[in-house]
């Protein structure tokens, strides 16, 4: 069974009791940020290692870091082979700065977004605009309201009621 079908078993085993999971998160949310608070002090370097060779790197077990590999994968330059990872797979944490950060603001990682290695990386303007940027990116707005006697809005015309809106 591949690295990811097991990790996934695991973070989201339904058999589990609830309390049981919220522990097995907590611990696994601050080593994700350990994790993370590590690599933003060399943002520009390009880790890169066997899956086992990372754990080890970070002193975390492999299931913890093939979690890490499956929820950094998006923000990543290029993307690892997340669905056949195994130990001895080679994979690289090159990151894209600002990507990552909207990625843990969609996330509503507010442990991971405010970690203080950011205020390094990007100053508080930008990561103002990062945060808004994302965050509107997922807001719907809705149009105009269109009324059947107003005129359609494809052009050519006619009352809505009589063209479009039938």
Do not use: H
Request: net charge negative; aromatic share 10%.
């Amino acid at each position: 069974m591949a690295l990811l079908e097991q990790w996934r078993a695991m973070a989201y085993d339904e058999k589990a009791g609830r309390e049981s999971l919220n522990r097995f998160w907590k611990a696994y949310f601050q080593e994700e940020k350990n994790i993370y608070a590590q690599l933003l002090k060399n943002p520009d370097e390009v880790v890169r290692g066997t899956v086992k060779e990372l754990a080890d790197r970070y002193d975390v077990t492999v299931m913890t870091m093939t979690g890490f590999l499956d929820g950094i994968n998006d923000s990543l330059v290029e993307k690892n082979p997340i669905e056949e990872l195994e130990e001895d797979t080679v994979v690289n944490l090159g990151f894209d700065k600002a990507l990552l950060y909207k990625n843990m603001v969609a996330a509503e990682a507010d442990w991971l977004y405010n970690l203080e290695e950011w205020q390094d990386i990007f100053d508080e303007e930008t990561r103002k605009a990062l945060y808004k940027e994302q965050k509107s990116s997922t807001t719907i707005t809705k149009g105009e309201k269109i009324y059947p006697n107003d005129p359609c809005p494809c052009g050519s015309g006619k009352k809505y009621k009589k063209c479009c809106g039938r």
